[in-house]
């Protein structure tokens, strides 16, 4: 049986399989109370569909319309942080002043695909992989593992500050 994230990385596999561009969002830091942990994922595709969760709610309906009208990660992977302001807390319901840092990363090239696929290919043989994003080019690269290790986000420079919704 295929675990949340697996099966986020599996349909997102999918989907870039069949020439249809998608998205990888990840929740890389919290603030104050958050409704899901660091390294929740949620995938969608240029139609509309998703698998996964960052929050249960508003975040999704937010981040999957700004998608759709191309006003976000269209060529490279950003960083958004939901929760800045009072008012934002407000809005998308977060719990306690939280805040929400994710990174959405677009996935649609013949490299992206076979580093998903070698993802997936671990995590079906219940193997370890370590994947690394860079921010501001959106290259990944993936490495087999002996042992678990807890996502970690090392840096951001001043070209790929993060957006405050």
């Not at 700004?66 to 998308?92: C, M």
């Not at 990174?103 to 290919?121: C, H, M, N, S």
Request: with cysteine; glycine share 10%; proline share 5%.
């Amino acid at each position: 049986m295929e675990n949340a994230d697996q099966q986020v990385l599996t349909q997102l596999t999918r989907w870039v399989e069949a020439g249809q561009m998608a998205w990888l969002c990840t929740v890389v830091k919290t603030w104050g109370s958050s409704p899901r942990p660091i390294g929740s994922l949620l995938g969608c595709n240029d139609e509309g569909h998703v698998v996964g969760s960052l929050s249960g709610g508003c975040i999704e309906e937010d981040l999957l319309e700004r998608l759709k009208d191309g006003k976000l990660a269209t060529s490279k992977p950003e960083l958004l942080i939901y929760g800045g302001t009072p008012e934002e807390v407000e809005r998308f319901q977060l719990p306690c002043g939280g805040q929400l840092h994710i990174i959405i990363e677009p996935v649609g090239d013949k490299t992206q695909l076979k580093a998903f696929q070698q993802i997936v290919g671990r995590l079906e043989a219940r193997q370890c992989i370590e994947r690394t994003l860079d921010i501001a080019t959106g290259n990944i690269q993936v490495e087999d593992k002996e042992r678990f290790k807890h996502l970690s986000l090392i840096h951001i420079s001043e070209p790929t500050r993060p957006r405050l919704i």
